[in-house]
C-alpha cells in the first residue's frame, strides 16, 4: 500500500469538521514561510542587536553564515536553513526583538522628520517658529539657535558652488538634540508617573 494514502482503517479518524487531527500541508507551509521571513527580519538586523539577543548557536552560527554567502541561490537555501532551525527555537522573543527594533527606526525616522520640519519652518518664518521653538522647548539656548539660524540662512544665499552647508547641518544637529533632550524628559516622567500608581 502506498504510504502516502490515508486510510481511515489505520487511525486516522475525521474530526467533525472533515479535516484530521494534523495540521494540512498548506498550514505547514505557511508557518514555514513566517519562520522564513522571521530569519530575513532577523538578519537585516544589525549585529549590535543580534548579539544581545538570546538565542542558540545553531541559529546563530546559520545568521552568520547567511551573512557570508554571496550567491543568490546559496542565500536562497541559507534561509530555508534558517527557516528550519528557528522550527526547533522558541521564536517568540526572537518576534519581540524584531519588532522593537523596527519600532525604533520608525521612531527615529519620524525624530528626523520632524527635526527636518523644524529647520525648515526656522529658516522660512524665524520669528514665529523661533516663539514656538522656545514654547516647547524653554531649557534651549535661543542666542546659540539664533545663530545657527544666521548662519544657515547667510550660507543658503551665497551661490551654489560657495556653499559649503555647515550652517544648515548645525541647525540641524541642534534641532536634533533639543528633540532628543525632550523625549528623554518625557520617558523619565513617564516611569516615574508609572511608579506612582503603584
Known sequence: MNSNHLDH????????????GRPSK???KRASHELQDLGEQLVAMP???????????????ALDGYKTTRSFEGKRRQMQYIGKVLRLVEV???REAVAAF???????????????????ELLADEKAALTRWV?????????????LIRNAKKDAALAPEKRNGRGY???FQFIKR????????????DDSFDEDES
Open 9 to 20: 482503517d489505520e487511525g486516522f479518524t475525521p474530526n467533525e469538521d472533515g479535516g484530521y
Open 26 to 28: 498548506s498550514a505547514l
Open 47 to 61: 549585529d549590535s542587536w543580534l548579539k544581545d539577543l538570546d538565542m542558540p548557536e545553531r541559529l546563530r552560527d
Open 92 to 94: 517568540e522573543a526572537l
Open 102 to 120: 523596527q519600532l525604533g527606526q520608525a521612531k527615529d525616522s519620524l525624530s528626523l522628520h520632524e527635526a527636518e520640519r523644524w529647520r525648515a
Open 135 to 147: 514654547e516647547s522647548f524653554p531649557d534651549s539656548d535661543v542666542q546659540q539657535l539664533r545663530t
Open 169 to 171: 547641518r548645525e541647525l
Open 178 to 189: 533639543g528633540l532628543k533632550s525632550q523625549t528623554t524628559q518625557e520617558d523619565v516622567a
